[in-house]
Every structure is written in structure tokens, then in C-alpha cells.
């Protein structure tokens, strides 16, 4: 059976939580089963950090949640311009972030109005996310080495700031 095939019979209700996000695929003219396996890698590589990111930036794991599939599944419609362009990790983070900013708390905000955003996020999955440079860069798109420099240059950048002593200034945190 095809992994977005659905079973005939009667179906079992999920939690929101527990409800796979399979690719729209077999609607779209060109789109093989490959590209349907490569979708449901990613997702199953990206999903819990996107839903822990859009969790944090908005205060609210239920909202998080919804807001991360639904960023995903967004993803899924553009999955073929996704390979063809800059890569499934910088179009799916660039969703997350369109998807989570009516939402965002006003902590975040002010965070992302005084840092550029690939800075903001790098210290909310860096410090908020424990997330290495390894897997916070795999997750924005970018190579750790670039992650770790948009994280040290937004903690200069913030030291600078009166953020009343709620910001590190350092390594510390």
C-alpha cells in the first residue's frame, strides 16, 4: 500500500499530534513515489524541531504544533520547486517563520525586530532549544559554521542593547 494511500474501512481518530503529514502527491502530474519518500524523510527529520521552534516563539505547544504542520504541509505543495531551487531546509524554514509571525510572543518580536531574523533564530534554537550547531544549522538551512557565526554576531549584537539584562553577553546563558 502506497504511504498516502488511505485503508478502506473504518478509520481511527489521532490526536493532532499523532496524525502523519503525507505529501498531497498523487494529485500532482510528475511527482513519483521518490518525491513522496524525500518528503516524508524530511518531515520525519524536521518535524519535532519545527514544532518545538513554533512552539517557543509563540508560547503555546498546541499552538506550535499547528502552526509547524501546517508550515510543513505548505512545503508539501511546493515540494518540487523545493528540490529544483535553494533546498527543502531553507523554503520549509522560511515557511516556519511565515507561518509562526502573526503568532509570535512579544518577547520574540522585540528579539527579531533588533536582530536580523537568521540571528533571532539561531538564539532561539541555539538557547531556548538546546540545539547544536549541527542541527540548528540543518534545520534553518544553513552549515553549522554559518549557524555558529549568526549566533555569536547576534550575542554581540544584543550585548549592545539594553534589554534591561535579559540578554547574555555572552557564551554564558
Excluded at 529544483?84 to 520574540?108: K, N, Q
Aim: proline share 8%; aromatic share 6%.
Amino acid at each position: 500500500m502506497l504511504p498516502y494511500a488511505r485503508r478502506p474501512g473504518p478509520q481511527t481518530t489521532q490526536s493532532f499530534d499523532e496524525q502523519p503529514l503525507l505529501p498531497p502527491f498523487p494529485h500532482h502530474r510528475g511527482v513519483g513515489l521518490g518525491a513522496a519518500a524525500a518528503y516524508t524523510a524530511f518531515c520525519h527529520d524536521h518535524r519535532p524541531v519545527y514544532e518545538q521552534y513554533a512552539g517557543a516563539v509563540t508560547g503555546s505547544t498546541p499552538c506550535g504544533l499547528i502552526l509547524a504542520h501546517e508550515a510543513l504541509r505548505e512545503l508539501a505543495a511546493q515540494w518540487p520547486a523545493a528540490q529544483r531551487g535553494a533546498g527543502p531546509c531553507v523554503l520549509g524554514w522560511s515557511l516556519l517563520r511565515a507561518t509562526t509571525a502573526p503568532s509570535r510572543t512579544s518577547t520574540v518580536r522585540t528579539l527579531q525586530r533588533n536582530l536580523s531574523a537568521r540571528e533571532a533564530d539561531a538564539l532561539v534554537l541555539h538557547y531556548r532549544l538546546g540545539l547544536t550547531a549541527q542541527r540548528g544549522g540543518c534545520a534553518m538551512g544553513v552549515s553549522p559554521s554559518a549557524f555558529e557565526l549568526l549566533r555569536r554576531i547576534a550575542l554581540r549584537r544584543a550585548a549592545d542593547l539594553d534589554w534591561g539584562g535579559h540578554m547574555p553577553a555572552s557564551d554564558a546563558l
